[in-house]
């Protein structure tokens, strides 16, 4: 199972992607809200063959782009609270705070919570 955290922004986002183990998969990466970037990274998880728990912040409609691109390729996506992911950070010892760690904070969370978990889904 991969853990992959997403730190929303306004046009572009950065993630980090964690093994199961909690060793890094992938250093923390930035991809911008485009169809091309957002094709290549799904195209990435997919070809990993496994399975995969996306987590990202509930961060207003900046998150909207990203959400769509997921739902549409068939990949399961969770949100969460961003105040949640600031108290799981809480207990760090370290509180630098940039998009790269907060994107490795969210795919610990991931991989800590992917129990209790649950796939966003529209209330449409």
């Known amino acids: 199972m991969l853990a992959v955290g997403i730190d929303i922004s306004k046009s572009k986002s950065v993630a980090a992607i964690l093994n199961q183990d909690g060793s890094m998969h992938t250093s923390p ?3 911008h809200h485009t169809q091309p970037e957002l094709d290549a990274f799904i ?3 997919l070809n990993s063959k496994q399975s995969a728990t996306i987590l990202m912040e509930n961060t207003g409609h ?3 782009p990203v959400l769509k691109a997921f739902q549409e390729a068939g990949l399961p996506v969770c949100m969460v609270n961003a105040y949640q992911i600031k ?3 809480d207990m760090d010892l370290r509180k630098a705070k940039t ?3 907060d994107a490795v904070r969210i795919a610990r969370y991931a ?5 209790s978990l649950v796939p966003y889904t529209s209330m449409e």
């Open 111 to 115: 991989l800590e919570k992917s129990y």
């Open 62 to 64: 900046y998150h909207y």
């Open 87 to 89: 108290k799981f950070g």
């Open 99 to 101: 998009d790269k760690k």
């Open 43 to 45: 195209k990435y998880i």
């Open 29 to 31: 990466f930035e991809f």
